[in-house]
């Protein structure tokens, strides 16, 4: 453990997370104890109906489909989700219709959406303006409505729409929110996680413009 002394000059360094693979033990000052960081994921995260771990998917199944998520860490502190080779930064919205607990009713579908300030990780300064830090939205939507089938994993479950920052900020109503009748107005067509990166580098050409 470093002296109190030299906390200051540690404190000013960003941690460098490294992608673990699983297999890392839990250990008591370097003796093992029979458990793993795969058995931590297991326990913490198995419910992926549950809206924090929903989220988190979505971001991941947004990834994959734009070719980002096959490396690297997710920055949970991150002023926005994804970023593209081009610099093009995507913010991750989801919902779903069947939630883990017991619903007398499947749940009313809208997405927040409200400007941030952003917090910079590498400063630990947060800025004074107030705005939405990405130039295009994916709304994650978990379409399906059967409970007793309801899966996160089954791609052919969900539905994407895809909209440039430039619109929501145009809105004259709600900028907190929007409802999925709302958001349909504006995209008038969901699409496929097929049909996803061609949506996203349609919205992308279109905020170039």
């Known amino acids: 453990m470093p002296a109190r002394r030299d906390f200051a ?3 000013v360094i960003r941690l460098a997370i490294k992608r673990k693979e699983g297999t890392e033990p839990f250990h008591l000052n370097g003796e093992a104890l029979g458990f793993d960081l795969l058995s931590f994921w297991r326990w913490s995260t198995s419910d992926l109906a549950n809206n924090a771990t929903r ?4 971001e991941y199944i947004v990834a994959r489909a734009l070719g980002l998520g096959e490396g690297g860490v997710r920055d949970g502190w991150a002023a926005f989700d994804l970023e593209t080779p081009s610099g093009i930064k995507i913010e991750v919205k989801s919902a779903a ?3 883990s607990w017991h619903q007398k009713q499947l749940s009313s579908i809208a997405f927040v959406t409200p400007k941030t300030r952003a ?3 590498e400063t630990n300064i947060q800025s004074h303006e107030s705005k939405r830090q990405a130039d295009i939205y994916v709304f994650a939507l ?3 409505t059967d409970k007793a ?3 996160p994993l089954n791609l052919g479950q969900w539905r994407f729409y895809v909209l440039p920052t430039t619109v929501l900020d145009a809105r004259k109503r709600s900028q907190h929110s929007i409802t999925l009748k709302s958001l349909e107005g504006l995209c008038p067509r969901a699409v496929t996680y097929a049909e996803l990166p061609k949506a996203v580098e349609n919205c992308i050409g279109k905020e170039l413009t």
């Not at 989220?55 to 979505?58: F, K, L, N, Q, R």
């Open 97 to 99: 219709y069947v939630q």
């Open 119 to 121: 917090w910079d990780a």
């Open 55 to 58: 989220g988190i998917v979505a």
């Open 149 to 151: 089938t309801i899966d």
């Open 142 to 144: 978990l379409a399906h």
């Open 9 to 11: 000059q540690l404190a």
